[in-house]
């Protein structure tokens, strides 16, 4: 049992002004569709899709002040007044100096690659993300994992698996010198180890050590206020301040920040990259340019940035926060009282099962969790994510496959969209799955794209 557990006192901070109909369909028509899709959710059509737990990026539900600020879009090229709208959001809120929007989150992490790394410098991060370990090694860059061991053990109970392992880094900085280490990406929450926080404790003695070395901390922080939470209920010292004002701190201890405000900031698209360093935002805001747009408007519409302007606010109120990871955690634990195997602790925006664990009869060579995500979908029509040995690649010097020891599949769940009876049913889904597990069989690949292959790979049934 989680010492911490988190209570159900809360209940939705909102309520429903308009619905968006959902489409049920028999699993007959389910199991053709997934075929078609080559076994991957990512190509299924989402008409065919119940309840869409694919992922937590860009699909939240605008508030009503949102909406009215799309209607403030001033779509001029240059100088929009979104724009100076968003970049006092960022800085009320995060507290960075200078703000570049650009059209999501991996739109900042190109330019931020770009800027920062060198041909052969090294990039450690706590775990890595697709996108973000991609644009490293695009720019030249060598990404190296220093987050805690604990963080690649599923069952593990730490309450701050993001944490980084600063023996881990202190033997980079001794191996290559720290003038090969521009700076160390850190997530807030790590996605790929399940939604985990790192805790304030750990963020701060990384300050110090970087500080000591002359390396910046940059922040990818796509899921700071869910961190921020985590924060408010495990770490001491922090249950009486507001998840405002921790957000505020973790920021304060980086020099920059790539966001991708499709998932906390609450709106369908938009990202931004945030700098301190008045000579990296320079030659940043020069390089937009050259990818996004011009440095006021980076690949969004005006009407973009004032939702976005608007989303950065509500997303650090406490009220939301709390029933936006008491949903996760409302799920997470049904789903522990069915002995389904879920990564501990509940992270803060899906649940992962275990698919290793969920069908140990499969080696990870028939892809455990790829072959867990499409039974999930075929059984009740809700549409999951892997996240094992297919998100995580190949290694582009051998160009042999990582093996990941997490082999994960992920219910993500969007912001202010689904409600209690929708974790209900995708319980029930998940344990009916669970009954039958013996006698899935697993997948083989049969097409393999150069990048990201998880999101374009199409698989077949072993027979
Ligand atoms: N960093 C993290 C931690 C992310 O989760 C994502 C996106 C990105 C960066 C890239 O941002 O999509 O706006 O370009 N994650 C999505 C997901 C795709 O489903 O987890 P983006």
Redesign the pocket.
């Known amino acids: 049992m989680e010492k911490n557990k988190i209570k159900h006192s809360w209940a939705e901070p909102f309520k429903i002004k308009m619905v968006e109909l959902l489409k049920m369909t028999t699993s007959a028509k389910r199991r053709k569709a997934i075929i078609e899709a080559g076994y991957n959710t990512f190509l299924l059509k989402s008409e065919d899709v119940y309840i869409d737990l694919?992922?937590?990026?860009?699909t939240s539900a605008m508030s009503d002040r949102q909406w009215a600020g799309m209607m403030l879009g001033d779509e001029a090229y240059a100088g929009s007044t979104n724009f100076y709208h968003l970049e006092e959001a960022v800085k009320a809120v995060y507290g960075y100096k200078y703000v570049i929007p650009t059209h999501?989150?991996?739109?900042a992490?190109n330019i931020l690659s770009k800027v920062l790394i060198k041909k052969g410098d090294i990039i450690p991060g706590n775990m890595y993300?697709?996108?973000?370990r991609l644009h490293q090694e695009l720019a030249g860059g060598i990404f190296q994992d220093v987050i805690i061991d604990e963080a690649h053990d599923s069952a593990n109970t730490h309450p701050f698996k993001g944490n980084i392992d600063l023996g881990k880094l202190d033997m980079l900085v001794k191996k290559h010198g720290p003038e090969k280490i521009p700076y160390i990406c850190v997530?807030v929450t790590?996605?790929m180890a399940g939604g985990q926080p790192i805790s304030m404790g750990n963020l701060k003695e990384l300050r110090a050590y970087t500080k000591k070395h002359g390396i910046k901390i940059i922040l990818?922080m796509?899921?700071v206020a869910e961190n921020a939470y985590f924060i408010q209920q495990k770490e001491k010292g922090y249950s009486g301040k507001s998840i405002r004002w921790i957000v505020k701190e973790i920021c304060s201890l980086t020099d920059g920040a790539?966001m991708?405000?499709?998932?906390d900031a609450l709106v369908n698209i938009g990202?931004f990259l945030a700098l301190n360093d008045k000579e990296d935002y320079e030659e940043a805001s020069n390089l937009v340019v050259v990818y996004e747009g011009l440095h006021t408007y980076g690949g969004l519409a005006g009407r973009d940035m004032e939702a976005m302007a608007i989303g950065i606010v509500e997303s650090v109120s406490d009220l939301h926060i709390k029933a936006r990871v008491g949903q996760v955690i409302y799920l997470g634990e049904k789903l522990r009282d069915m002995d389904i195997p879920i990564t501990e602790p509940i992270g803060g925006h899906g649940i992962f099962i275990d698919a290793k664990r969920f069908l140990p009869h499969l080696t990870q060579d028939q892809f455990p969790a790829q072959t867990l995500a499409a039974e999930l979908y075929v059984d009740a029509g809700v549409r999951t994510?892997e996240r094992g040995i297919v998100s995580a690649g190949r290694n582009p010097k051998t160009g042999k496959n990582y093996y990941p020891d997490l082999e994960l599949v992920?219910l993500?769940i969007p912001r202010r969209v689904y409600t209690q009876a929708h974790m209900d049913v995708i319980a029930e889904s998940v344990c009916n799955v669970f009954k039958n597990r013996n006698k899935i069989k697993g997948l083989k690949m049969v097409y393999e794209p150069k990048y990201l292959r998880f999101f374009q790979a199409r698989f077949e049934k072993l027979k």
């Open positions: 694919l992922t937590d990026s860009g999501q989150g991996r739109g992490e993300f697709t996108t973000t997530a790590v996605n990818d796509t899921r790539t991708s405000a499709k998932k990202g994510m992920r993500t």
